[in-house]
């Protein structure tokens, strides 16, 4: 197969894909290296390179972190699964798209303004992105093809990702399963020895205590949830 | 929507039977956004818009839109455009000429905003003295603002490209501002026959949830979105996301393509392909050229007819394949600067063979005998003995 789109570091400033001549895969089919291909083919290629490349590393957007909408709980336990079946593999957050100033806690936490900060600190060789926004996966995309050499797959929602060396679209919690269950296959294929373990906690992440939760916790946002002088909000939505 | 209406797909709702009516270029554009699902139009009014957006006063009183309100001029028109969209709304606007120069700033913002709306420009001289009549010179204005820019040759295609428009400005893929552009007076004034489907039936509402980017809502995280805007910053990791979100605008944009293919059957149209001269043209232009190649036809010359429907993106494949046995090749413009001729000089690899012209502005009309002026210029014939 000739790899249209493959691992970076392409360089200073790469073509997009799409002018490259990549278009998105039709439903039913995924995209592998910028190439039109079935589905299990992409995810057989994506298993094989978190069960062989350092590092492996899941990034889930603001779309599985949030239980906005009926399918969502189902989703995030299912990208859990995914990750326990992937030795040393790791979650990092991409909890939403502001810059992060004047540092990012890139141990922490992964942004689309500049994803390959998070990518080189950790030396994340093969990542996952589900539950981006497609213009903020595709930003993140492009700019870790362009200066480092990780491989991406994109597990999205809507119709998949150029940019990504695997993507896979219409994504659904059975999607995620499917692609679990592939990477198990892949795993014994390759005679890796794994016993399915949950991703340790992140130590670069706060202890969380809602207990004693006050308006300051809320930073920028307090101005939303306080209440004017004399206003009593009995419930919120 | 206030009134009972059957939502249907674009692609149902393009199959549904039609009924021929005799209307004008503006209304063909109105009677569009009646069966669109549009929550909200906002507009100023400037000749030879008014009538497009007067027409969509109606349809609101009448109850076909949710809101509409008349703004206080065009930035502010646009601006508020924007924000409305980005709250998860259908927004249609329409503006002409000046109007859509006094706009542009904030026209040029909505791409990078993903702001998905349709935009109506019912082109009007741009220049000093000043001038209500048609000149499509402000579309080579927008030409490199990122927004998908269609081209109506007549009322039909007026009423065709905007219903098109709200379905494509929303796939996820694109999610940019579609503009739909004719000529002032020549279609929007003017009348044709326009076949139209029942307008008790619509286009389904627009989900905003189904989008590349979050709908602004300042309950839910992230609230903050561009206004933190990472290019603020004096730093390689501020022009490096800028660069990569403007490669994605215009992926976005080139991702449109296949949209032109399901709902306007095509970029281009070709009629005798291979001929020895083709007319290339746009717009009204595109009328006026049809009608010389009929004429061609009759005498037997070797002419052929593209139309160019969809100027961004830019159909380079499908110029180059209808061009490239083409000896000669006349485009027709109603602009001084000939911003369509030089797209496909720039397209082809032989861009020598393009003629200048023939072009006409400040409101003048485009005699058919001018194109045949050129074509028989074009073969070698003396055209005065013949159009005597």
């Given at each position: 197969m000739q790899k249209k789109i493959d691992v970076g570091p392409v360089g200073y400033m790469p073509q997009s894909a799409p002018m490259m001549g990549v278009e998105?895969?039709?439903?039913?089919?995924?995209?592998?290296?910028?190439?039109?291909?079935?589905?299990?083919?992409?995810?057989?290629?994506?298993?094989?390179?978190?069960?062989?490349?350092?590092?492996?590393?899941?990034?889930?957007?603001?779309?599985?972190?949030?239980?906005?909408?009926?399918?969502?709980?189902?989703?995030?336990?299912?990208?859990?699964?995914?990750?326990?079946?992937?030795?040393?593999?790791?979650?990092?957050?991409?909890?939403?798209?502001?810059?992060?100033?004047?540092?990012?806690?890139?141990?922490?936490?992964?942004?689309?303004?500049?994803?390959?900060?998070?990518?080189?600190?950790?030396?994340?060789?093969?990542?996952?992105?589900?539950?981006?926004?497609?213009?903020?996966?595709?930003?993140?995309?492009?700019?870790?093809?362009?200066?480092?050499?990780c491989y991406t797959v994109a597990?999205?929602?809507?119709?998949?990702?150029?940019?990504?060396?695997?993507?896979?679209r219409d994504v659904h919690a059975s999607d995620v399963l499917k692609f679990r269950d592939i990477l198990?296959?892949?795993?014994?294929?390759?005679?890796?020895?794994?016993?399915?373990?949950?991703?340790?906690?992140?130590?670069?992440?706060?202890?969380?205590?809602?207990?004693?939760?006050?308006?300051?916790?809320?930073?920028?946002?307090?101005?939303?949830?306080?209440?004017?002088?004399?206003?009593?909000?009995?419930?919120?939505? | 929507m206030s009134l009972d209406k059957t939502l249907l797909s674009m692609d149902e709702l393009l199959k549904l039977p039609r009924e021929k009516h005799f209307i004008t270029g503006a209304q063909a554009m109105s009677e569009a956004v009646k069966r669109s699902s549009t929550d909200m139009a906002i507009a100023y009014p400037i000749t030879p818009q008014s009538e497009v957006m007067h027409l969509v006063g109606d349809i609101f009183?009448?109850?076909?839109?949710?809101?509409?309100?008349?703004?206080?001029?065009?930035?502010?028109?646009?601006?508020?455009?924007?924000?409305?969209?980005?709250?998860?709304?259908?927004?249609?606007?329409?503006?002409?000429?000046?109007?859509?120069?006094?706009?542009?700033?904030?026209?040029?913002?909505?791409?990078?905003?993903?702001?998905?709306?349709?935009?109506?420009?019912?082109?009007?001289?741009?220049?000093?003295?000043?001038?209500?009549?048609?000149?499509?010179?402000?579309?080579?204005?927008?030409?490199?603002?990122?927004?998908?820019?269609?081209?109506?040759?007549?009322?039909?295609?007026?009423?065709?490209?905007?219903?098109?428009?709200?379905?494509?400005t929303e796939k996820v893929d694109v999610y940019i501002p579609v503009s739909v552009s004719t000529e002032g007076f020549f279609v929007t004034h003017a009348k044709g026959y326009v076949e139209m489907m029942d307008e008790k039936y619509a286009f389904e509402e627009c989900d905003p949830y189904k989008a590349p980017v979050p709908a602004m809502d300042n309950e839910v995280p992230p609230a903050r979105i561009q206004r933190d805007a990472p290019v603020q910053k004096s730093n390689f990791m501020s022009y490096l996301i800028h660069s990569v979100w403007q490669q994605e605008i215009w992926d976005s944009n080139q991702r449109a393509m296949k949209y032109m293919y399901q709902y306007i059957d095509g970029p281009i149209e070709v009629q005798n392909p291979g001929s020895d001269v083709m007319l290339v043209a746009s717009g009204c232009a595109a009328a006026q050229a049809r009608?010389?190649?009929?004429?061609?036809?009759?005498?037997?010359?070797?002419?052929?007819?593209?139309?160019?429907?969809?100027?961004?993106?830019?159909?380079?494949?499908?110029?180059?394949?209808?061009l490239k046995t083409a000896k000669t090749v006349i485009v027709p413009e109603h602009n001084i600067v000939g911003w369509l001729c030089k797209e496909i000089k720039g397209c082809i690899p032989n861009g020598g063979i393009v003629l200048e012209g023939p072009r006409v502005y400040g409101g003048m009309t485009l005699p058919v005998e001018l194109i045949m002026t050129e074509i028989y210029n074009a073969l070698g014939m003396d055209s005065l003995v013949l159009q005597a």
């Open positions: 998105l895969s039709p439903e039913g089919k995924a995209l592998l290296y910028g190439n039109v291909v079935s589905e299990d083919e992409a995810m057989r290629d994506a298993a094989k390179a978190l069960l062989t490349m350092q590092n492996p590393t899941i990034f889930p957007g603001p779309m599985v972190l949030w239980d906005w909408k009926d399918d969502v709980a189902d989703k995030s336990a299912a990208i859990l699964e995914l990750a326990s079946e992937i030795p040393n593999c790791k979650i990092i957050p991409m909890p939403d798209y502001r810059p992060k100033y004047p540092k990012i806690d890139v141990k922490a936490e992964i942004n689309p303004n500049h994803p390959n900060l998070t990518i080189l600190d950790n030396k994340i060789k093969a990542c996952v992105f589900i539950g981006v926004h497609c213009h903020y996966a595709n930003l993140t995309l492009r700019m870790i093809r362009a200066g480092t050499d597990m999205c929602a809507e119709m998949g990702h150029e940019e990504a060396m695997a993507s896979i198990v296959e892949v795993r014994k294929e390759l005679g890796i020895e794994h016993t399915a373990t949950m991703p340790p906690e992140n130590p670069s992440l706060p202890k969380e205590d809602w207990g004693d939760l006050t308006p300051a916790d809320y930073g920028e946002y307090r101005s939303l949830i306080m209440s004017r002088k004399g206003e009593h909000v009995a419930e919120v939505e | 009183a009448q109850g076909h839109i949710k809101e509409y309100y008349r703004a206080e001029e065009e930035l502010g028109t646009m601006s508020a455009i924007a924000g409305a969209a980005r709250g998860g709304v259908r927004m249609f606007t329409a503006t002409s000429g000046p109007g859509l120069l006094r706009g542009l700033e904030a026209i040029v913002s909505w791409p990078g905003h993903r702001i998905p709306c349709v935009l109506g420009v019912l082109t009007r001289v741009i220049n000093a003295p000043l001038s209500i009549q048609p000149d499509n010179l402000e579309m080579a204005y927008l030409m490199h603002s990122g927004i998908v820019m269609l081209h109506a040759e007549n009322q039909q295609d007026t009423f065709d490209f905007t219903l098109a428009a709200f379905a494509i009608e010389a190649h009929r004429y061609a036809q009759e005498e037997g010359l070797s002419v052929g007819f593209v139309k160019v429907k969809c100027i961004r993106p830019w159909p380079t494949d499908e110029i180059r394949e209808a």
